[in-house]
């Protein structure tokens, strides 16, 4: 295993332990016409549950999947049967794609120790071990603790802030032609382009067989985009889940990323009083 993934050998030999919770944090984009609800019900890991990003939200909020308040996270994770201090292990149906994201949410409300399963379910499924379909099997409810590190998560004033006073990058995972503003955005509403002053590091450029590229791959990108480790860097993408892709780039070098902004394009691009820039 390497930190913070561990492999499907490693977890296959450990899904009885009674501290691991194995968690289905699969989610898609409408165009990818997937439904990880049916998906889940028609095989997953044998004692996985499901956590369903559009259900544990900021629901008095009109942007897709916002972080919800720590009392309404920690009543959501505790009827799955986890509290702060479970292993947890997250994974998704495409690999690496919204595993990062659900472990981002964990961590930020201050669960101790959770990993993403290398290569997600397809790996599970390439190495031969079993699934089981249906519902979630009954896991007794745990009282979860939420310790919530406010500072990873960005919002609007925050991005400002950083790029006017130079205190942090701002990291944009969204495709170049969508960075750029030559791609439509996919949520109606939402202009074309970026926040001026970020840099793009499309979250697809990171991940190869739906598992992190090398360590020597990620920085040969990040210094591509023309990104400094040694500086503070703030996320971002289209809804804040891909964010935490790059985010995870960032970990597996050695370089915590500073926050996620967590209303990211979905929010700036909607609003006519913020700036934004087309081109690279």
Not at 76 to 86: D, F, M, P, Q, S
Not at 219 to 237: E, G
Request: proline share 8%.
């Amino acid at each position: 295993m390497t930190f913070p993934f561990v492999t499907a050998g490693w977890l296959h030999k450990r899904l009885d332990h009674p501290n691991i919770a194995i968690v289905d944090g699969s989610w898609y984009l409408p165009a990818m016409g997937r439904d990880p609800e049916a998906e889940f019900l028609e095989g997953h890991i044998p004692g996985a549950v499901h956590l369903d990003i559009e259900a544990v939200k900021d629901e008095t909020s009109s942007l897709p999947h916002m972080m919800p308040t720590p009392e309404v996270f920690a009543e959501y994770v505790g009827k799955l049967g986890i509290n702060e201090v479970t292993t947890i292990v997250v994974y998704d149906g495409m690999g690496l794609f919204s595993a990062p994201r659900v472990r981002w949410m964990f961590r930020t409300f201050g669960a101790i120790t959770v990993f993403i399963l290398e290569g997600g379910l397809p790996a599970w499924k390439t190495a031969g071990f079993p699934l089981e379909s249906g519902p979630a099997r009954e896991r007794s409810a745990k009282s979860y603790l939420p310790r919530i590190r406010s500072s990873a998560i960005a919002n609007v004033e925050t991005v400002r802030q950083a790029l006017s006073q130079g205190i942090a990058q701002v990291v944009d995972a969204r495709g170049a032609d969508r960075f750029r503003g030559e791609a439509a955005e996919p949520r109606p509403g939402v202009r074309a382009g970026h926040i001026p002053g970020s840099k793009n590091l499309p979250s697809g450029d990171l991940v190869a067989d739906g598992k992190l590229k090398e360590p020597q791959e990620l920085r040969a990108l990040i210094n591509r985009a023309a990104i400094n480790l040694d500086q503070p860097v703030i996320t971002s993408c289209g809804s804040g889940v891909t964010a935490a892709i790059v985010s995870l780039a960032f970990e597996r070098l050695g370089y915590e990323p500073r926050a996620l902004y967590d209303g990211s394009w979905s929010e700036w691009g909607s609003r006519e009083d913020l700036p934004i820039e087309t081109g690279s």
